[in-house]
């Protein structure tokens, strides 16, 4: 070794050959990074994982045979950065939708059918607590909806409700249902992730929620209003409570996944429950933008009793179909739930 | 009896040359199997670290209601106001667009970011980390809504706990708090840095820094007779000494060459040439050394016997 010049050591071929594909895999990450990745040619589309895959390759071989640092820092690096970006969250073509929308998101609300009729269950009872105890003593309507009453309490006329749930009215319905939307996002939200401090939270939000619902339909059915109150609730709200029991099942599946992970170590239960919960909330998520939108236009265009109830009625039942039976698989054996 | 230990002690360097190969990176590691197969190994978060990201992402998010009422006072949109009903299409138009701002800046800010291209929101960029899967495959939306859902409990339920504590609530608010409290220290408390959202999205945030690639030290090592080293005096180092070798020479500080050179000549124990002509500088010695030394080094990589540092036996 000592009589020849340590020149050419196998690390500098390796790095000479390959060189060119890390600075052409830097510039095009470079680029992409930079949201340009519809600027990319075809050749340059095409030849993005190519580059991905054979730098990704360089490191494995530069870990093995190189012990500079500076290239394998770099390498690091760049194969890092490219990972990130080859493997990000980003939008992906339509494929992915229709597995998300058409198998995903189904399977996974039916892996949590339990949970589902816990959070009902919960929303139900919270309703018909809410109606007794207004009955029983009228002072809890405001302690219960106070807040977000908007002109609809106790001392409200029948013509005064009744206004609140015409078709031309003067309020700013447009606005209103849009703050609701916000709100009730986030109710669903708060639902889904307080599951995680043991569910008894979930089960509060759920409770009190539908307290508020029973809470005003007392009030609507003392004025003799309870169906036409049903009537204009139903064409959104099927969609929306749907939405905010399907938050509440969500998080009650992490609660249970938390305190029973069965046979897998606790942080793995986790990660696979959070999976399936925040599958299930996306599509929550779409329901309350959805109910948000028939809340803007429907409320206003559609006035008749018994349309509205149609509506409604046919929104719970696509929900219904969508969630019960889409994605099952043709052989009748898997149902989505989990082994 | 006495070859019993030998393959246990091959085994175990070899995996150490599997921490070798992720190594390179100071601090907790956060190492990825991506779908090619290949282990990469990311410089996980510190809590300080993620801490600042999200006050720059929270400074941004109050920032948005802000600069709306700025632009509100700035254009001439009052005096267009005051002349309308408040069910003027126009007028709730603008309302509409002013809840759904803050309810994006509340609700949808972390998760409209991080599904983008590039995986990290604002603050997170000015920091260089980002988000990733912890089972090295895609980053999914879900997992994102997740993690971020999450946040509820994590961020803003504490917050608000907080605010009712001091506004007198009691000592049930004062236990919600510090239940609350703990789950967002989380972080502080686990070896991969994760907090809650984390665990259930199955994500961990990691440093992404960019390196520059520089030129091949090797390269431009100096040739002469002088410079030529007996097998012995190459064998004296290393792995980690070729390293700290590498950096010194990158950095080219005039005292530490000095220092570092001496420091090898003397353990080396080099006969540099009488004349003071011929006295190569510290760092062209510096240089030849560590092409030397690479070489050997090297050499025995490709036979699969490493050497980690100078302590290492040699054979």
Redesign the interface.
Known sequence: ???T???Q????KF?DTR?KE??ALARQIDR??K?Q?GSFTTEELLELPVLY?AT??S??MA????????????L??????A???M?????RPLQVLKD?FLRRLPQSFRALGIEMWLSFACFFLGAVGGWLMCAFDPSWYNALVGHSAQGRDTSATAEDLRKTLGGAE???L??FS??L??NN??VT??A???G??GGVPTAFVLLYNGMMLGAMMWLFASKGLGFDFAAWLSIHGTTEMLAIIIGGGAGFH?ARRLMFPGHLTR?AA??????T???V??GA?LMLIIAGVIEGVGRQTITDMGLRFAFGGVMLVWWLTYYGLFGRDRKGAGDGQNP | MAKTPKPRKLKQDLMKGGTIAVGGIEGPTTVVTTPEGVRLGFRTASFGTRLGALLIDLMIMIAIPIVLVLVYFLLPLEHVNLDMAPDHPFRQLVNILIILTLFFARSGYFMFFEMGPRAATPGKRVMKIRVISHDGGHLTPAAVITRNALREVELFLPLTLSFQAMAGGGWLGLVAFLWALGLALLPLFNKAKARLGDFLGGTRVVHVPREALSFDLVEQAAVSSWLQFTPEQVAAYGEKELTVLEEVLRERRASTLQAVASRIKARIDWKGPKAEADMPSDESFLRAYYAALRAHLEGRMLMGRRRKDKFDPAT
């Not at chain 1, 050591?9 to 500098?12: C, I, P, R, V």
């Not at chain 1, 690091?76 to 950065?81: E, N």
């Not at chain 1, 986790?270 to 999976?275: C, D, E, K, M, Q």
Request: one cysteine or more.
């Open positions: 070794m000592s009589d010049p340590p020149l050591l196998k690390s500098q790095r060189e890390w600075r992409a990074e949201g990745i895959r990704v390759s490191l494995s870990q093995s045979i190189s012990l500079d640092r500076n290239l394998i820092t770099y690091q690096a760049l194969c890092g950065r990972y990130v970006y493997y990000g969250a980003h939008a998300f003067k309020e700013q447009g606005t849009v703050y939307m916000s996002t986030r939200l708060m889904f992730a307080v995680v401090i992490l942080k986790l990660s696979t429950a959070g999976r919960a925040g599958t909330m996306l998520m």
